[in-house]
């Protein structure tokens, strides 16, 4: 046991960033993907080394950022982003395995309730993609914005970091886990093809998404739940996730991040906003998944800032104070 106590203390103090609980959930993750892939069958193709030592060369390297510039006031900020990416890169990937594993169980389809809360709201998907193809340049600008998102994760861990901003940096990485993994559940419970696949409108007549907006996902998602796909390629995985949507999930996360900087909050507004409407179109999404999206963000900010709130309460209270309220 003292064994365990002092190597999560030399991982505390080496790996500031993120939170203590981020790095049980990384390993939480891990040994479910690795348990589940046995169990079910599945392997990683020939192809994903190079990929994997791609990674792993690169987390090689920011290991060896924070462990140089540990205890060093200088490199404080190289040191909050290298820990932080650290964690960001193996999480990112267990997760893409584990969204897949998830979406093997193969529930029972839910895009009729889907598209049905979308139209008790009045929302018409089908309206919206045809708004954007009209007005052709806000719809390549969305569609361009859409893939901006995890470049735009990624400059945000680096700006908080090196304007030493290391308790956003934090914020932002346990909201980025905690909401990753509730999204991930989620779509294990309630699967969706997503209102493309459901309402199956041709794309020839709308210029303004891909080829492939909102269905790039669909051949592994469908052979997954078929039970024929087995075989991880870390170069041709996608993002399958469909109910609730993490873009949009993250679109909010990054605005949430910068609101102490009001400049970048008003561009993030913007930007994000904007992000939020090609979820819809070039993401393909229901506009229920951006509303479970945002509400699993909004809890997830909450629960951090009460547990947050709760353990700073704790370490500054004195102790003869706190039994003097007994009396």
């Given at each position: 046991m003292s064994n365990i106590r002092h190597i999560a203390r030399w991982i505390s103090s080496t790996f500031p960033q993120p939170s203590p609980f981020a790095w049980v959930a990384l390993a939480a993750v891990l040994a479910i993907d690795l348990v589940w892939s046995?169990?079910?069958?599945?392997?990683?193709?020939?192809?994903?080394?190079?990929?994997?030592?791609?990674?792993?060369?690169?987390?090689?390297?920011?290991?060896?950022?924070?462990?140089?510039?540990?205890?060093?006031?200088?490199?404080?900020?190289?040191?909050?982003?290298?820990?932080?990416?650290?964690?960001?890169?193996?999480?990112?990937?267990?997760?893409?395995?584990?969204?897949?594993?998830?979406?093997?169980?193969?529930?029972?389809?839910?895009?009729?309730?889907?598209?049905?809360?979308?139209?008790?709201?009045?929302?018409?998907?089908?309206?919206?993609?045809?708004?954007?193809?009209?007005?052709?340049?806000?719809?390549?600008?969305?569609?361009?914005?859409?893939?901006?998102?995890?470049?735009?994760?990624?400059?945000?861990i680096l700006f908080l970091a090196f304007t030493r901003r290391t308790d956003e940096v934090r914020e932002l990485v346990d909201i980025y886990w905690s909401t990753l993994l509730l999204t991930i559940v989620l779509s294990a419970l309630y699967p969706a093809l997503g209102p493309i696949g459901f309402y199956a409108p041709s794309l020839d007549g709308f210029q303004t998404v891909t080829a492939t907006a909102g269905t790039v996902h669909l051949p592994h998602y469908l052979a997954l739940r078929a039970g024929t796909y087995d075989t991880f390629d870390f170069g041709a995985m996608q993002g399958i996730i469909e109910f609730p949507s993490f873009h949009a999930a993250l679109a909010l996360m990054m605005t949430w991040s910068v609101r102490r900087s009001p400049r970048l909050l008003a561009v993030g507004l913007v930007f994000n906003g904007l992000m939020l409407i090609a979820t819809l179109t070039e993401g393909g999404h229901y506009l229920a998944d951006v509303v479970a999206g945002s509400l699993l963000v909004a809890a997830a900010i909450s629960v951090r800032h009460y547990l947050t709130r709760a353990k700073r309460m704790t370490e500054t209270t004195n102790p003869l104070q706190a039994l003097r309220g007994f009396d």
């Amino acid at each position: 046991m003292s064994n365990i106590r002092h190597i999560a203390r030399w991982i505390s103090s080496t790996f500031p960033q993120p939170s203590p609980f981020a790095w049980v959930a990384l390993a939480a993750v891990l040994a479910i993907d690795l348990v589940w892939s046995i169990w079910g069958g599945f392997h990683v193709s020939v192809g994903s080394i190079k990929n994997l030592s791609l990674a792993a060369f690169a987390m090689s390297m920011l290991v060896g950022f924070t462990i140089y510039g540990r205890g060093r006031d200088d490199l404080e900020a190289l040191v909050a982003w290298a820990s932080a990416t650290l964690f960001v890169i193996p999480f990112s990937i267990a997760c893409v395995v584990l969204c897949y594993l998830a979406a093997s169980v193969g529930l029972p389809l839910v895009d009729a309730r889907l598209a049905a809360f979308d139209q008790t709201l009045g929302f018409n998907w089908i309206g919206l993609l045809e708004f954007v193809n009209v007005h052709s340049d806000f719809g390549r600008l969305t569609t361009a914005i859409y893939y901006a998102a995890f470049p735009e994760f990624a400059l945000l861990i680096l700006f908080l970091a090196f304007t030493r901003r290391t308790d956003e940096v934090r914020e932002l990485v346990d909201i980025y886990w905690s909401t990753l993994l509730l999204t991930i559940v989620l779509s294990a419970l309630y699967p969706a093809l997503g209102p493309i696949g459901f309402y199956a409108p041709s794309l020839d007549g709308f210029q303004t998404v891909t080829a492939t907006a909102g269905t790039v996902h669909l051949p592994h998602y469908l052979a997954l739940r078929a039970g024929t796909y087995d075989t991880f390629d870390f170069g041709a995985m996608q993002g399958i996730i469909e109910f609730p949507s993490f873009h949009a999930a993250l679109a909010l996360m990054m605005t949430w991040s910068v609101r102490r900087s009001p400049r970048l909050l008003a561009v993030g507004l913007v930007f994000n906003g904007l992000m939020l409407i090609a979820t819809l179109t070039e993401g393909g999404h229901y506009l229920a998944d951006v509303v479970a999206g945002s509400l699993l963000v909004a809890a997830a900010i909450s629960v951090r800032h009460y547990l947050t709130r709760a353990k700073r309460m704790t370490e500054t209270t004195n102790p003869l104070q706190a039994l003097r309220g007994f009396d």
